[in-house]
Nanobody, 126 residues
Framework: QVQLVESGGGLVQPGASLRLSCVAS????????MGWFRQAPGKEREFVAK????????YYADSVKGRFTISGDNTKNTVYLRMNTLKPEDTAVYYC???????????????????WGQGTQVTVSS
């Protein structure tokens, strides 16, 4: 059974940092890109960042560029999202996703062949 399990969310003050983790299991993900989406209350789900295991290439949404860093350890099948200088507008449920190469990450809905985690809550508030 394929599973993606996120952890590391929580309540922090503006300006603080968090690191989210996503452990993937149940199959090999060599032909997948891994990444993160988020969904704030009352808003549409949005893309945050993605990484390609083999090349280590990364891509970010403009709203998080320069503040968030995605990285991966393919020996542990784990993807990380380091979030610095958090803002209240970063408050959301963060979802880890594994998506087959060639799938457009602009698509925020679940696509056939995707694997998604259950999400972890990040709340940024003073």
């Amino acid at each position: 059974q394929v599973q993606l399990v996120e952890s590391g969310g929580g309540l922090v003050q503006p300006g603080a940092s968090l690191r989210l983790s996503c452990v993937a299991s149940g199959r090999t993900f060599n032909s997948y890109d891994m990444g993160w989406f988020r969904q704030a209350p009352g808003k549409e789900r949005e893309f945050v960042a993605k990484i390609r295991w083999s090349a280590g290439s990364t891509y970010y949404a403009d709203s998080v560029k320069g503040r968030f860093t995605i990285s991966g350890d393919n020996t542990k099948n784990t993807v990380y999202l380091r979030m610095n200088t958090l803002k209240p507008e970063d408050t959301a449920v963060y979802y880890c996703a594994a998506r087959q190469r060639g799938t457009n990450w602009v698509e925020t809905k679940v696509v056939e062949g995707d694997y998604w985690g259950q999400g972890t809550q990040v709340t940024v508030s003073s």
